[in-house]
Nanobody, 123 residues
Framework: QVQLVESGGGLVQAGGSLRVSCAAS????????MGWFRQAPGKEREYVAS????????YYADSVKGRFTISRDSAKNTVYLQMNSLKPEDTAVYYC????????????????WGQGTQVTVSS
C-alpha cells in the first residue's frame, strides 16, 4: 500500500500564493496517478487537479484552471500543488490521493488518501 502525508498548508491573503506538498512512501510512487481534492466546511469533497503516472499529462477543475499547477518529483516521491491568485473560496482542507488514471475525477477512483492540510485564504 501507499502512505501519503500532506504539508505546506497555512494562512494566506487573497491574491497570494501557497504550495502544498504530498510525500509518498510504501509502493513505488511512479506506479500511481496522483490527484488533489479539497473539502470546505459543510461541503462535499471536490476534485481539484490530477497528474499521470509519469507526470506528462495534467488535469484541472474549471474553478482552478490557470491559477493552480500540479507537478511531481519522482526522485523525492512527492507531488505538489502550486496555488496562485488565491481566493477566499479556495479555503478548504486539501487532500492528496493515489489512483490508476489521472483523468478520473471521482473520489471512489482513488485508492489511498492522506490526512489533509488546511489552507485558509483571508479577504
Amino acid at each position: 500500500q501507499v502512505q501519503l502525508v500532506e504539508s505546506g498548508g497555512g494562512l494566506v491573503q487573497a491574491g497570494g500564493s501557497l504550495r502544498v506538498s504530498c510525500a509518498a512512501s510504501g509502493r513505488t510512487f511512479g506506479s500511481y496517478a496522483m490527484g488533489w481534492f479539497r473539502q470546505a466546511p459543510g461541503k462535499e469533497r471536490e476534485y481539484v487537479a490530477s497528474i499521470s503516472k509519469y507526470g506528462s499529462v495534467t488535469y484541472y477543475a474549471d474553478s482552478v484552471k490557470g491559477r493552480f499547477t500540479i507537478s511531481r518529483d519522482s526522485a523525492k516521491n512527492t507531488v505538489y500543488l502550486q496555488m496562485n491568485s488565491l481566493k477566499p473560496e479556495d479555503t478548504a482542507v486539501y487532500y492528496c490521493a493515489a489512483g490508476d488514471m489521472a483523468q478520473k475525477q471521482r473520489e471512489r477512483d482513488y485508492y489511498y488518501w492522506g490526512q489533509g492540510t488546511q489552507v485558509t485564504v483571508s479577504s
